[in-house]
């Protein structure tokens, strides 16, 4: 008995050991199939970065080429997000159905609407008893909030203009 105790022990200690990643596993196709999928994609998003950033060295020509060498190390990471956004955009676009106007109509149709309201003083006794006002108001404050950034960011100052 004390020898097949021993050899069986023996066996046991002189097997290999194998790692953790080396066992096999059960019902994994599911996570092997999202894997693969996920360096599909990354191989796409850096050919896509990669493919951009030739057509903007092409397009921009000597300041294309100076912007890239300004980036430095970071030239790489930062095409890779750009290209990732595009995608999760792309994403966003095909999900929730957006698309441009297809006609010149529709855009005077919205506006003729927009203008035919602001106009009416109907519309706007009706907003005043309704409360519609409050929403109307914070509307045109976030409209001239972001107008005003953009101000802001085109003079490349906070107050007045860089005369220097």
């Given at each position: ?5 021993s050899?069986?022990a ?49 397009f ?5 080429e ?40 529709v ?30 108001a ?9 107008f ?17």
């Amino acid at each position: 008995m004390r020898s097949t105790l021993s050899t069986s022990a023996f066996r046991q200690a002189a097997r290999p050991r194998r790692l953790p990643s080396q066992y096999s596993r059960f019902a994994s196709s599911n996570a092997e199939t999202a894997q693969k999928k996920t360096q599909d994609a990354l191989g796409s998003a850096q050919k896509t970065a990669e493919k951009l950033w030739e057509s903007s060295k092409k397009f921009l020509g000597p300041l294309g080429e100076r912007a890239g060498s300004m980036l430095g190390s970071y030239r790489q990471p930062v095409m890779y997000n750009l290209s990732v956004a595009r995608e999760l955009l792309k994403q966003v676009y095909v999900a929730e159905r957006l698309q441009p106007p297809t006609d010149l109509a529709v855009v005077r149709s919205a506006y003729s609407t927009l203008w035919s309201r602001a106009s009416s003083q109907a519309y706007w006794r009706g907003i005043l008893s309704s409360g519609e006002w409050v929403k109307v108001a914070i509307y045109g404050v976030e409209a001239y909030g972001i107008f005003k950034i953009g101000e802001i960011v085109g003079r490349r100052s906070i107050v007045g203009y860089n005369l220097h």
